[in-house]
């Protein structure tokens, strides 16, 4: 809730701020959002394309990249996320990857020890140190270390939508 109170303070749309005044972002006020953006962005000959993992990719409605396309596209960006989504999407990520708001390096920890990228003598101090000078004792590449990443606790990745039992929630 501290967050939205921030974001809030700092000042935002009259739209991002009517989502953000309850303390939570649902699915449907971020797709809501998304779309804004997007409409934005084709008053401009410009698509977004949202990953559900999180990103985006943006790209020119008629297909052509001029060498300025990021210079002249990046503004256009900025304007309309200003108006619509400056603080959505990262609120409802952060929500939906750690609800309870427990410590980032407890959950990183545990979970690339269950996926069995770490043993028990990698601590949260060696996580955090890592993470500082971004060279990692383990592969960070590795489709468990990015699931690691994105979704610690394993609270929404594709797998366990689909019912499946994921590497993740399975038992050491």
């Known amino acids: 809730m501290d967050e939205f109170r921030e974001a809030l303070r700092q000042g935002v749309s009259p739209y991002e701020a009517a989502i953000l005044s309850d303390g939570e972002v649902t699915a449907a006020e971020l797709e809501d959002a998304h779309h804004h953006v997007r409409q934005c962005l084709r008053e401009s000959g410009l698509d977004i394309e949202y990953d559900p993992d999180g990103g985006f990719e943006l790209s020119s409605r008629d297909g052509?990249?001029?060498?300025?396309?990021f210079k002249r596209s990046d503004p256009v960006l900025r304007a309309c996320e200003e108006r619509y989504d400056e603080h959505v999407?990262?609120?409802?990520?952060?929500?939906?990857?750690?609800?309870?708001?427990?410590?980032?390096?407890?959950?990183?920890?545990?979970?690339?020890?269950?996926?069995?990228?770490?043993?028990?003598?990698?601590?949260?101090?060696?996580w955090r140190a890592e993470g500082d000078t971004g060279v990692f004792s383990f592969d960070e590449y590795d489709k468990r270390a990015q699931q690691c990443q994105l979704d610690p606790l394993g609270l929404w990745r594709e797998p366990w939508r689909r019912g499946r039992a994921p590497w993740w929630r399975c038992a050491p």
Do not use: H, S
Request: hydrophobic share 30%; net charge negative; glycine share 4%.
């Open 64 to 69: 052509k990249y001029p060498d300025d396309f």
């Open 89 to 126: 999407t990262m609120l409802f990520e952060e929500t939906r990857r750690n609800p309870e708001k427990q410590d980032e390096a407890e959950i990183a920890v545990a979970c690339l020890r269950r996926a069995g990228l770490v043993g028990r003598d990698y601590t949260e101090r060696k």
